[in-house]
């Protein structure tokens, strides 16, 4: 514990945002983080409790609580109040591989399990984590780490979100050599192709890849696993597979759509968008450019739809909420987030519509015109997009391997291993569509579990 007193003395200090109508001009980051003083100051907040909450990780009665990957909090934040770095960012890296993407879009259970969060205002954990991890990479004090020997072993890991990224990154330290499998042009999974830019630059992304290749990772991309020939062969040549392709399968619409263009699956849409802006391609999936839009289901993925539509120059964008306004008020108000702080400033007018849903399709020539809601309204729509939520894995790829699944891939209880021999499964492909942090604990989980298969035992801590 850093300043006994720094709870009594400091308050908590919220990173700052550009404002909602300078940001929606670009893609960039829209958080300003503390400076090193300020922070400092948060670091000395933390109290140190004897049961630290923060980084207990449980669910209780449904609901997460506390940090999943047992980040341990109280000492870093600790270390950045005494001002010292190298030992700060050691202590994170024990438990976390990737602090640089928590430290962004982590909604931090660990904040809500805060206890000074019980009397005032929890300490900032996320903003210091991040600074712990940037600072490092700004200061050139994050090193390659290639393990000292190799095993022997192979391991091949299919799908690079954040799952994947973690299961290969343990396993590489611990000297297997491990090869990324990734269906796409680019490794990253959702950090790359779902979380905007403006929440989670994809430089960032690029930047742990290259170091992760630097440390002896092997990334083949546009490789897609779920062809059988290929699932073949990786299970001849490798020692160990760990699946870690998501919960993609996106949950119907419900509505007659046949024949009609103009409408979307959210991820898609994001995709395009990262695609588009990022990446320089022409993807068949339209932009918001000029349109009315309207944008089905709440949550992440349709509030980064209602901002990712802003920043395309949409001419309207509406969000209808299938459940009434009151199940989401706190303390009898109505949370925002970024998005509905931006369609706010840039339309005028919060973009949600609450107990309501799309009834009903009109087009013209097959071409979408309007949604007609299920109280009447007739809006006019040039593009629908549908952020309804997901249904579960891809089926494809679990049969190409031949493992048994439901909606999720099924693995006994406590354990990553499937029903086949040397196939294990991790990430939102296990767990179901989740958070990122989730996703990392899954990967170091599972790389636990792969290297007792391969050694016998392992010196891998289990997340989970
Ligand atoms: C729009 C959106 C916004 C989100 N925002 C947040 C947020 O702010 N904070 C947060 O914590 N969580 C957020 N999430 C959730 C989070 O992104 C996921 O829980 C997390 O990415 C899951 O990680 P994963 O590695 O299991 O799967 P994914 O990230 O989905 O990665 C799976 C990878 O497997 C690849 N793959 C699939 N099939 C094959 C195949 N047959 N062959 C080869 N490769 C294959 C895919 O291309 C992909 O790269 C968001 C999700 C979405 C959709
Ligand atoms: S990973 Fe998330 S829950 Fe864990 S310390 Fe960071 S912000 Fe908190």
Same mark, same amino acid.
Request: glycine fraction near 10%.
């Given at each position: 514990?850093?300043?006994?007193?720094?709870?009594?003395?400091?308050?908590?200090?919220?990173?700052?945002?550009?404002?909602?109508?300078?940001?929606?001009?670009?893609?960039?980051?829209?958080?300003?983080?503390?400076?090193?003083?300020?922070?400092?100051?948060?670091?000395?907040?933390?109290?140190?409790?004897?049961?630290?909450?923060?980084?207990?990780?449980?669910?209780?009665?449904?609901?997460?609580?506390?940090?999943?990957?047992?980040?341990?909090?109280?000492?870093?934040?600790?270390?950045?109040?005494?001002?010292?770095?190298?030992?700060?960012?050691?202590?994170?890296?024990?438990?976390?591989?990737?602090?640089?993407?928590?430290?962004?879009?982590?909604?931090?259970?660990?904040?809500?399990?805060?206890?000074?969060?019980?009397?005032?205002?929890?300490?900032?954990?996320?903003?210091?984590?991040?600074?712990?991890?940037?600072?490092?990479?700004?200061?050139?004090?994050?090193?390659?780490?290639?393990?000292?020997?190799?095993?022997?072993?192979?391991?091949?890991?299919?799908?690079?979100?954040?799952?994947?990224?973690?299961?290969?990154?343990?396993?590489?330290?611990?000297?297997?050599?491990?090869?990324?499998?990734?269906?796409?042009? $680019? +490794?990253? #999974? /959702?950090? !790359?192709? %779902? *979380?905007?830019?403006?929440?989670?630059?994809?430089?960032?992304?690029?930047?742990? @890849?290259?170091?992760?290749?630097?440390?002896?990772?092997?990334?083949?991309?546009?490789?897609?696993?779920?062809?059988?020939?290929?699932?073949?062969?990786?299970?001849?040549?490798?020692?160990?597979?760990?699946?870690?392709?998501?919960?993609?399968?996106? $949950? +119907?619409? #419900? /509505?007659? !759509?046949? %024949? *009609?263009?103009?409408?979307?699956?959210?991820?898609?849409?994001?995709?395009?968008? @990262?695609?588009?802006?990022?990446?320089?391609?022409?993807?068949?999936?339209?932009?918001?450019?000029?349109?009315?839009?309207?944008?089905?289901?709440?949550?992440?993925?349709?509030?980064?739809?209602?901002?990712?539509?802003?920043?395309?120059?949409?001419?309207?964008?509406?969000? /209808?909420?299938?459940?009434?306004?009151?199940?989401?008020?706190?303390?009898?108000?109505?949370?925002?987030?970024?998005?509905?702080?931006?369609?706010?400033?840039?339309?005028?007018?919060?973009?949600?519509?609450?107990?309501?849903?799309?009834?009903?399709?009109?087009?013209?020539?097959?071409?979408?015109?309007?949604?007609?809601?299920?109280?009447?309204?007739?809006?006019?729509?040039?593009?629908?997009?549908?952020?309804?939520?997901?249904?579960?894995?891809?089926?494809?790829?679990?049969?190409?391997?031949?493992?048994?699944?439901?909606?999720?891939?099924?693995?006994?209880?406590?354990?990553?291993?499937?029903?086949?021999?040397?196939?294990?499964?991790?990430?939102?492909?296990?767990?179901?569509?989740?958070?990122?942090?989730?996703?990392?604990?899954?990967?170091?989980?599972?790389?636990?579990?792969?290297?007792?298969?391969?050694?016998?035992?392992?010196?891998?801590?289990?997340?989970?």
């Amino acid at each position: 514990m850093g300043k006994i007193t720094g709870f009594l003395d400091d308050a908590r200090e919220e990173v700052s945002e550009r404002s909602p109508a300078e940001r929606v001009q670009d893609w960039e980051p829209f958080h300003i983080p503390l400076h090193e003083e300020q922070r400092r100051r948060q670091g000395g907040r933390c109290m140190n409790c004897g049961v630290p909450y923060c980084q207990s990780g449980i669910i209780w009665e449904g609901r997460g609580f506390g940090c999943p990957l047992h980040n341990l909090i109280p000492e870093w934040n600790d270390m950045i109040y005494m001002g010292n770095p190298s030992h700060a960012l050691s202590r994170l890296l024990k438990t976390n591989n990737f602090p640089e993407f928590t430290g962004r879009v982590c909604p931090a259970p660990c904040e809500s399990a805060c206890i000074c969060g019980m009397y005032g205002d929890a300490v900032t954990i996320r903003d210091n984590e991040l600074s712990v991890i940037e600072d490092a990479f700004a200061g050139k004090t994050i090193k390659r780490r290639r393990p000292p020997q190799w095993s022997g072993k192979k391991v091949a890991v299919i799908g690079s979100g954040p799952a994947g990224l973690a299961a290969a990154d343990q396993l590489n330290h611990r000297g297997h050599s491990v090869t990324v499998v990734e269906r796409e042009e $680019r +490794p990253g #999974g /959702l950090l !790359t192709y %779902g *979380i905007p830019n403006m929440k989670l630059p994809k430089s960032v992304v690029q930047r742990r @890849v290259e170091l992760m290749t630097d440390e002896g990772v092997t990334f083949v991309t546009g490789l897609d696993a779920s062809d059988p020939a290929v699932a073949k062969r990786l299970m001849k040549e490798y020692d160990a597979v760990v699946l870690c392709c998501g919960a993609e399968r996106p $949950r +119907p619409l #419900g /509505l007659e !759509t046949d %024949g *009609i263009s103009g409408i979307c699956y959210g991820t898609e849409f994001l995709k395009a968008a @990262v695609e588009r802006q990022q990446f320089g391609k022409s993807p068949e999936v339209p932009s918001a450019e000029g349109k009315n839009v309207v944008i089905i289901g709440t949550g992440d993925t349709a509030s980064d739809c209602v901002a990712s539509a802003l920043r395309q120059k949409c001419r309207s964008v509406i969000q /209808l909420v299938r459940r009434p306004r009151e199940d989401y008020l706190k303390n009898g108000e109505l949370p925002s987030d970024y998005a509905h702080e931006e369609a706010l400033s840039v339309m005028g007018q919060d973009p949600r519509r609450f107990g309501v849903q799309a009834r009903e399709l009109s087009a013209e020539n097959g071409v979408l015109t309007a949604v007609t809601t299920t109280d009447g309204d007739v809006i006019p729509c040039d593009l629908l997009i549908a952020a309804t939520g997901f249904a579960g894995c891809a089926s494809a790829v679990c049969e190409a391997f031949g493992i048994a699944y439901d909606r999720t891939v099924r693995t006994a209880e406590g354990s990553f291993a499937t029903n086949v021999e040397k196939v294990f499964a991790a990430g939102d492909m296990r767990r179901g569509q989740s958070l990122v942090v989730w996703a990392i604990a899954e990967g170091r989980t599972a790389a636990a579990e792969v290297d007792e298969f391969l050694n016998g035992y392992t010196n891998i801590v289990r997340s989970l």
